[in-house]
């Protein structure tokens, strides 16, 4: 089965310093994609950042960047230049394909983040 | 352009009553999925909407129905409220429905069971 694992509960960073929110997946399939979403406490659930498993390259989006080790099967997001705004949960997510060519995404539990000044 | 929008943002329903949850997707989205996101857990999947179909569920009784409009927004009912039906509804539109990297959430219904 299918599965997203993120193993940091919580997480601290000073401001302005950078931080690893780690993910790793488990799948058979061949093609699927990751996602991470940004939750802040109103509950939206915000796009960040996305990475299919063709992609040679790694994906960056601003001050987002995603460390993509297809082998190791880990999508760790990357935040440059923590802002206190960043305080939030973080999500990483897993497109899984169903029957039909429809999809689902199955998330991790989760990384509460914390920036400090 | 406007993004995912759902409604209420937050209600109170007393066990053993009935719901209604309201979205509308993305502009030129028109795929609906919606998710429960309980306490400290990451969103789970209810059900996939598309050409006002239900085209996959996840593991959600009966009590969890839905519907699909011509205009592609989507509603999520749930009938029976128990205490456990307590969350966070998010809704999330996509296209196409079978893969690409456009799925938006969005700010989601807190449902409160009392």
């Known amino acids: 089965a299918q599965k997203i694992t993120q193993t940091q509960p919580g997480m601290f960073v000073q401001e302005k310093e950078a931080v690893t929110l780690d993910c790793t997946y488990d799948?058979?399939?061949?093609?699927?994609?990751l996602f991470w979403y940004k939750q802040p406490s109103s509950g939206e659930m915000i796009f960040l950042i996305y990475?299919?498993?063709?992609?040679?390259q790694n994906a960056t989006e601003g001050r987002y960047s995603l460390n993509f080790q297809k082998a190791r099967k880990s999508a760790n997001l990357v935040i440059s230049a923590s802002q206190l705004g960043d305080s939030a949960m973080y999500f990483c997510?897993?497109?899984?394909?169903?029957?039909?060519?429809?999809?689902?995404?199955?998330f991790g539990a989760g990384t509460r983040l914390a920036v400090h000044p | 352009d406007a993004g995912v929008t759902q409604s209420p943002t937050h209600l109170i329903k007393t066990r053993g009553q009935q719901v209604t949850l309201r979205c509308s997707p993305k502009?030129?989205?028109?795929?609906v999925s919606w998710y429960q996101q309980a306490l400290g857990q990451g969103p789970q999947f209810i059900f996939q909407?598309?050409?006002?179909?239900?085209?996959q569920r996840g593991n959600f009784p009966d009590r969890f129905s839905g519907h699909q409009f011509p205009n592609y927004s989507s509603e999520l009912n749930v009938n029976a409220l128990l205490l456990g039906d307590s969350a966070l509804y998010l809704c999330?539109?996509?296209?196409?429905?079978?893969?690409?990297?456009?799925?938006?959430f969005g700010e989601g219904s807190w449902l409160t069971v009392v």
């Open positions: 999330a539109s996509s296209r196409p429905p079978g893969g690409g990297n456009t799925i938006y």
């Open positions: 799948t058979s399939d061949p093609s699927y994609g």
């Open positions: 990475q299919g498993s063709y992609d040679q």
């Open positions: 997510a897993m497109r899984e394909t169903l029957s039909g060519g429809y999809n689902k995404l199955i």
């Open positions: 502009s030129g989205h028109d795929t």
């Open positions: 909407y598309y050409e006002e179909e239900e085209r």
